[in-house]
DNA sequence: GAGTGGTCTAGACCACGGC
DNA sequence: CCGTGGTCTAGACCACTCT
């Protein structure tokens, strides 16, 4: 199906990259562009919702909308998996199990995962590389009800979300990140190739599907130079996207 | 002015904080809580809409929005400065300006605040304090324009973004953080008072007005344990809040 | 098949910015 | 003052979920 506030929305991208309304300037008023597309207003500002959520441009009432950034942006909104995401910044991404183990959930683990105590776990050790070089370390526990389908993918399983997917159709809709810094420990300095003590990236999360179950929670540790977070945040909206460091 | 699907979003908040609506439970359908409130279904969709940015409940088409989570909340769509997100939160923050001078604009501080090479920038070294304790380090460089107005400042001024706002009417709207992990130097340790090479979560960000133009860049070192920050994203909207930790 | 959210329309009025 | 974006309405159709 085609939505037209996509494709225009689309459309405002490529002007928006290509410099046709460079960094500073201002976009067409609402009515102007509902015309020339011939659509609604309302449609019209949906799309430019969906920009603003981006971080590309910023309005004010009574002035015109002006362009905040021209970055290429991809696929701004959505919540990317590690794979999803390298892969869209051109880089190869790998993976690989080192340890794999049922346990009974502790109290806070049960907590987290919306489980009763005592209840399996399945946790999971598992580094993360870029082009071959480890970049992370995620030390992932998944509730009981998704283990099943997580040991049935291969141990060098290049996109677990897609694969939980397309294998159980679990969905990972949305996610609750804490990021911090760390000194990196016996095994993140084995595993990611660095001094014990080094400064590490890291993110502790939970990954929830559409209604809210939680599937699963993890600390992942980053090398640092590997990857960068970049937020964009505004008055009105706050996309995150990872990157690679400029 | 009264905003009703502001007034209908609060109320759904509170609901939800008030247990209501656990997380997991789904909520009335659209028209239900429509005519409830005797607005239009496009008005209530705009109050859902920001719940859903805050990352508090979840879509799918053709079931009913779920919960996600029943976090107060206060002000996730606000960009927040570091005093007034520490007031926020109970914490009473503090900072002292340990040096500041003016300097020409290398070329990479001229492309990131829009000035022409050899333009005026401040420099500016400050600490900022969560109830007394060094927090973090800020590394900050101003775009001359703005360099007098921060000058003006006292060295302990407790709200940059505000007083800038309230003594020069400029209104920092928008920002893009880049987060990573360093070791801490020896400015770093001694500022902080934490060991050389200890590990920092580092921010490098630049802020804008609401038309786009750069006030400012800077390079923050957060000591850990002092301040985490939270990112709740989803395949619709990403808010990002700073927390102290759990 | 009934109910739900996602999209879209064609109007309207208001608050704000800038001339 | 006019043009702008922000809010709101009352309809409509479609894609999807669930039973």
Known sequence: MIRRHQQIAEELRVAIAEGTYPVGSELPSESELALAHGVSRGTLRQAFGTLQSEGLIGSRQGARRTVLSTTPSQSFTELRSFAQWARAGGRTPGGLVLRSRRAKA??????????????????????RTLDGEPALLERTVYAGWAAAAVERLPDDCESVTQSLYDEARVLMSHGEHHLDAIAAGTTDARELAVR??????????TTTTPDGRPVETS????????????????????????????
Chains 1, 2 share one sequence.
Request: aromatic content about 4%; glycine content about 4%; hydrophobic content about 35%.
């Open 196 to 205: 014990r003590g080094s400064p590490l990236l890291r993110v502790r999360r």
């Open 219 to 246: 600390d992942d540790r980053y090398k640092p130079g590997s990857v960068v977070f970049t937020v964009r945040n505004s008055v009105q909206a706050n996309p995150l996207v990872r990157t690679t460091p400029d």
């Open 106 to 127: 502790t109290e806070a683990q049960a907590a987290q995962l919306h489980l009763a105590p005592g209840d399996t776990v399945l946790h999971v050790l598992r580094v």
